[in-house]
């Protein structure tokens, strides 16, 4: 298994200004996940970031919005640029598991933005 | 990806049984049946996983007949702690995509 933290654990943000959320995994990967989980919604994957290549971004979300760093196996940071209300939500990264088909998350970002 | 379908949610008592059904017509032959659980204020976390038949561990057992077209969780005596909910995922070998469906909230009340 593989133990993953989440930094910081919660902010509170005024629009226009930018966080930059930190994931840290206790054990070498080579995929890591950003997913964003809005306020009483399911989880949805923003984007892929392997190390070593440019990060994946899913359908409806861009790099200009969500940079991502992967610079080593352990590592990622996602940033919310300017940020508006409509991205209050939890941002959480996870890693596989062993199989693709499985992943660990790490406890999420709780993200409001006034 | 296959769509799934599972309840919204579901109510038991403590030391009942709880038995979560998914609907997934389309799956497709390589696909797993992936549940995980998700507590307020954390990440989900993976519970069981299956292909066919039933699959057991120390959490819960994972159901699924021969078409595979539905599966059922079920989660044997519940307690307090086991309030959650629980999302049902179709995922294909070495797909790395999970796509969260709605989940069943499961409500255990003493």
């Known amino acids: 298994s593989a133990v993953i933290s989440q930094k910081p654990s919660r902010d509170i943000c005024q629009r226009g200004t930018s966080l930059t959320i930190q994931c840290q995994v206790d054990s070498q990967v080579t995929m890591m996940f950003w997913y964003r989980q809005q306020p009483g919604q399911s989880l949805t994957l923003i984007a892929t970031?392997?190390?070593?290549?440019?990060?994946?971004?899913e359908s409806g979300f861009v790099i200009d919005k969500f940079p991502i760093s992967r610079p080593n196996l352990t590592f990622s940071t996602l940033t919310v640029s300017n940020m508006s209300p409509e991205d209050s939500s939890i941002y959480l990264c996870?890693?596989?598991?062993?199989?693709?088909?499985?992943?660990?998350f790490g406890p999420g970002t709780r993200l409001l933005v006034l | 990806l296959a769509k799934t379908t599972q309840p919204i949610s579901m109510d038991s008592y403590e030391g009942q049984e709880v038995n979560i059904t998914c609907s997934h017509n389309n799956i497709a032959t390589n696909d797993y049946i992936t549940w995980y659980q998700q507590f307020p204020s954390q990440g989900p976390r993976f519970i069981i996983q299956?292909?066919?038949t039933k699959v057991t561990n120390e959490v819960a057992s994972l159901f699924i007949p021969a078409d595979r077209k539905s599966s059922t969780l079920s989660l044997p005596r519940v307690s307090l702690s086991d309030t959650a909910v629980y999302y049902c995922?179709?995922?294909?070998?070495?797909?790395?995509?999970?796509?969260f469906g709605a989940g069943t909230t499961v409500t255990v009340r003493a």
């Open positions: 996870s890693v596989e598991a062993g199989g693709a088909e499985t992943q660990y």
């Open positions: 970031a392997n190390q070593g290549s440019e990060a994946t971004y």
């Open positions: 299956g292909y066919k």
């Open positions: 995922l179709v995922v294909g070998a070495n797909d790395y995509k999970l796509s």
